[in-house]
Nanobody, 117 residues
Framework: QVQLVESGGGLVQAGGSLRLSCAASGGTLSASVMGWFRRAPGKEREFVARIAWTGGGTYYAGSVKGRFTISRDYAKNTMYLEMNNLKPEDTAVYYC??????????WGQGTQVTVSS
């Protein structure tokens, strides 16, 4: 059974940085796509970034491109999201997800990121 566990959220001032981690277990990660989403209060969940587990190809939402970096440690089965120059509008619960046959099928429990102005 696939399990995803996020960590690394917290409170940071605008302009600061945080690094989120997502530890994956169960299933086979090769050929899969993993990513980060977020849900701000009162808003729909939105895509942030994704990465191909094999090959490492990445894609970002326009709102975070140039500020956030997604990466993975192949040996540790762990995905990361390095967030720099954080803005108050980045405040949200951040979720890691994994695709299964092209659909986002597995989710972590989420980690809160709060950016104060």
């Amino acid at each position: 059974q696939v399990q995803l566990v996020e960590s690394g959220g917290g409170l940071v001032q605008a302009g600061g940085s945080l690094r989120l981690s997502c530890a994956a277990s169960g299933g086979t990660l090769s050929a899969s796509v993993m990513g980060w989403f977020r849900r701000a209060p009162g808003k729909e969940r939105e895509f942030v970034a994704r990465i191909a587990w094999t090959g490492g190809g990445t894609y970002y939402a326009g709102s975070v491109k140039g500020r956030f970096t997604i990466s993975r440690d192949y040996a540790k089965n762990t995905m990361y999201l390095e967030m720099n120059n954080l803005k108050p509008e980045d405040t949200a619960v951040y979720y890691c997800g994994r695709q299964d046959r092209g659909s986002w099928s597995y989710w972590g429990q989420g980690t809160q990121v709060t950016v104060s102005s």
